[in-house]
């Protein structure tokens, strides 16, 4: 993603001077990207519309006195993130999963949250689908239903050593197919968010 962008760029310039064609075209370009983006974030279709168009109308309507120091492509994905916190914190009353919820904040606070992490959520949903059955379902339980390792023995009736052994053998898989990418536990929580 390009970080700096001439001021002059005729693009933003067209888009500053009122062209809709201009807007029209931006909006096609990076309309279905943003969406996939902030899915990626929210896992929920319809707030992810409501919010990557709400980026658009808020750079039209302020578009002559907004300061654009990146690209608008850099812009756009910020405005995008922000407004996806937006939700996330909206949603932290509704949620019991306060504290993840509030550690998930302060990552998108405090880091740039791009479009390599999406792809590597990618990589961590594949592992988790091809993990074997039972390791699949332990470690599913462990992290959506938070059961602990004593409740998913007894209730899948195996033994404890055997459940660590599962959940131990999931992160490694994971952790394999995603090792080009920081933060895999940040990856395995928005797969997590997203099933919630």
Same mark, same amino acid.
């Given at each position: 993603?390009?970080?700096?962008?001439?001021?002059?760029?005729?693009?933003?310039?067209?888009?500053?001077?009122?062209?809709?064609?201009?807007?029209?075209?931006?909006?096609?370009?990076?309309?279905?990207?943003?969406?996939?983006?902030?899915?990626?974030?929210?896992?929920?279709?319809?707030?992810?519309?409501?919010?990557?168009?709400?980026?658009?109308?808020?750079?039209?309507?302020?578009? =002559?006195? $907004?300061?654009?120091? /990146?690209?608008?492509?850099? +812009? *756009?994905? &910020? %405005?995008?993130?922000?407004?996806?916190?937006?939700?996330?914190?909206?949603?932290?009353?509704?949620? =019991?999963? $306060?504290?993840?919820? /509030?550690?998930?904040?302060? +990552? *998108?606070? &405090? %880091?740039?949250?791009?479009?390599?992490?999406?792809?590597?959520?990618?990589?961590?949903?594949?592992?988790?689908?091809?993990?074997?059955?039972?390791?699949?379902?332990?470690? *599913?339980?462990?992290?959506?239903?938070?059961?602990?390792?004593?409740?998913?023995?007894?209730?899948?009736?195996?033994?404890?050593?055997?459940?660590?052994?599962?959940?131990?053998?999931?992160?490694?898989?994971?952790?394999?197919?995603?090792?080009?990418?920081?933060?895999?536990?940040?990856?395995?929580?928005?797969?997590?968010?997203?099933?919630?």
């Amino acid at each position: 993603m390009c970080n700096h962008t001439n001021p002059d760029d005729p693009e933003l310039k067209a888009i500053k001077e009122g062209y809709t064609k201009s807007f029209e075209l931006l909006f096609r370009k990076y309309y279905q990207g943003l969406c996939n983006y902030c899915m990626g974030i929210l896992g929920d279709a319809e707030k992810t519309e409501d919010v990557v168009q709400d980026a658009f109308v808020y750079l039209w309507e302020n578009r =002559r006195r $907004i300061n654009i120091k /990146t690209s608008l492509k850099s +812009y *756009l994905y &910020q %405005s995008v993130r922000h407004g996806a916190l937006k939700v996330i914190r909206s949603q932290t009353l509704e949620q =019991r999963h $306060i504290s993840r919820l /509030t550690e998930f904040i302060e +990552y *998108l606070e &405090q %880091s740039e949250f791009s479009e390599e992490e999406l792809s590597g959520l990618q990589k961590v949903e594949q592992a988790i689908e091809e993990l074997p059955s039972q390791c699949k379902s332990v470690f *599913l339980m462990s992290l959506v239903d938070e059961k602990s390792y004593k409740q998913i023995a007894d209730e899948l009736g195996i033994s404890l050593n055997t459940v660590k052994t599962h959940i131990s053998k999931a992160y490694r898989l994971i952790r394999e197919k995603a090792q080009n990418y920081k933060n895999i536990s940040l990856l395995i929580w928005l797969y997590y968010k997203r099933l919630l």
